[in-house]
């Protein structure tokens, strides 16, 4: 297979293997303290390396949204790169978000044309082209995200979308879900009774008598008092008895008088939605102007972050690609709109920022989701706030430049070190114990560091939840 080329492309490949590990230094918890969901503010190279002891293959679904190089120079981050320094930078981090990702994971990457189709050679050296040699049977597609309403008056020939490239980690385990009911077909469902199961659409309730049973055929009685036999040649859908229980659960309508034939009604929250495509239309996902209203509406406009992404859209690919509970990452978070969603849909949720905007914005915004705030989605996921996040800055490096472990590490992070080189998996901490570690790595059960062990649920967990200490209770948020 041919491979793209650049200058300083052999030291990219190596970046991801030689950059050091550095420790997640916790700074401080808010909202819910017993929260797994992390904001780390730094680079991303280093974090992502030094989440790899405790998260690899564990991440359901990898969101980024990657500075496009489009050679501007935005207020918050620059967008300025030479082309070969921008491949640079993203294969070390794309191999390091492999290994993060769950093998019935999948990764989604925000691009526009300035580097797109760079960037699809660049995917598929690193997650495998053969995804796309064999599109019946493996995983992988170029999303059309429609992003503007109207063309740029300005450019003869504007850009209408931009591209969202899907590569899956292991395209036989992958399982997209189905896309929820919504336009145009959701217009069906409406709710003029207030049912607390959300809007429904009223459906038939007669059936074929062929295969009809005695107890099909009786006088329904509304509540208004008029009565109904089956109507000639027809028997009512169920048995009496289990109509009348529907009936009791109010999820039969009588018309809005009570007056008309009973029909049942179809909840969209019981449909099971429609099978995704690659054409995303704005009407469906949101686009520019509404993730510019988004953010306007969180911050002002004089301090908003220049280049969001709409609430709809993310919440569209955590639909298709994750369920409640799964843990999703976002590399490059900008103003936090994945971990918003991430948030408000009961996912857990990763994200990494370098930028002085993880705190001036992706801290505010997420204490406003844990506040409870309705712009976005909330009002479609029905939000009303709670939950947590950790913030966290990079550590010193693990290692010091003599090879040896640096003694700032305690306990908590140097047994997932050392049973991460030793196993190459992910630290498992609720079914490892000291002396297996011991054994495992030949460590030094003298070392009173080593003995405090109190088999945490992860390493986060012991002491302060500072992920470098050993002992001492977490800090309170
Ligand atoms: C296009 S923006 C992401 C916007 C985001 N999707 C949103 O909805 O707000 C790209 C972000 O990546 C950040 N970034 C660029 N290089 C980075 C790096 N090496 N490590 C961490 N963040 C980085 C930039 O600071 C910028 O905030």
Request: charged share 25%.
């Amino acid at each position: 297979m041919p491979f793209l080329d650049w200058v300083n492309k052999t030291q990219a490949v190596q970046d991801a293997a030689t950059v050091p590990y550095h420790l997640l230094q916790f700074s401080q918890g808010y909202g819910e303290p017993n929260t797994d969901n992390m904001l780390i503010q730094g680079d991303n190279l280093l974090a992502l390396k030094g989440l790899l002891p405790f998260y690899r293959g564990r991440v359901k679904c990898i969101y980024i949204d990657p500075p496009y190089n489009t050679q501007s120079a935005f207020e918050h981050y620059d967008d300025k790169l030479e082309h070969s320094q921008w491949l640079s930078m993203m294969y070390p981090r794309l191999v390091l978000l492999r290994e993060l990702l769950a093998d019935d994971g999948s990764i989604w990457v925000s691009i526009d044309d300035n580097e797109g189709h760079y960037l699809k050679v660049l995917m598929d050296e690193v997650f495998g082209r053969k995804n796309f040699e064999q599109p019946r049977k493996y995983f992988h597609a170029n999303v059309i995200w429609k992003k503007r309403t109207s063309p740029d008056a300005r450019l003869s020939l504007g850009a209408a979308h931009d591209n969202i490239l899907v590569y899956a980690k292991d395209p036989d385990k992958l399982k997209l879900n189905l896309v929820p009911l919504s336009g145009e077909k959701a217009k069906n469902f409406k709710n003029p009774d207030n049912d607390p199961r959300g809007a429904w659409a009223s459906t038939d309730f007669t059936g074929q008598i062929g295969h009809a049973t005695p107890n099909q055929f009786y006088t329904i009685v509304t509540p208004s008092g008029k009565q109904f036999p089956p109507p000639d040649g027809r028997c009512w859908a169920l048995a009496e008895d289990t109509f009348y229980k529907l009936v009791e659960e109010g999820r039969v309508w009588f018309g809005k008088t009570g007056n008309s034939k009973p029909r049942l009604k179809r909840y969209i929250s019981e449909v099971e939605g429609i099978t995704a495509w690659t054409w995303w239309p704005n009407t469906e996902v949101g686009h520019n102007q509404e993730s510019k209203k988004e953010i306007n509406a969180l911050f002002g406009s004089d301090s908003a972050f220049e280049t969001p992404k709409p609430e709809r859209l993310m919440q569209r690919i955590l639909q298709l690609a994750t369920n409640t509970g799964d843990l999703i990452l976002d590399s490059f978070l900008g103003s936090a709109s994945t971990a918003a969603v991430a948030h408000k849909m009961g996912r857990r949720y990763i994200g990494i920022e370098m930028g002085e905007h993880a705190q001036t914005h992706c801290i505010p915004r997420l204490q406003k989701v844990i506040e409870g705030e309705q712009g976005g989605i909330s009002k479609a996921v029905n939000w009303q706030g709670g939950g947590g996040f950790r913030f966290f800055t990079l550590g010193d490096p693990v290692f010091l430049p003599d090879g040896s472990i640096n003694p700032a590490v305690r306990f908590a992070s140097l047994a997932a070190y050392l049973w991460h080189f030793d196993t190459g998996e992910p630290w498992q901490a609720p079914t490892l114990n000291t002396v297996e570690l011991s054994r495992h790595s030949g460590m030094d059960r003298r070392n009173p560091d080593c003995r405090d062990a109190t088999n945490p649920r992860h390493p986060w967990s012991l002491g302060s939840g500072d992920p470098n200490a050993g002992n001492g209770k977490r800090r309170k948020s």
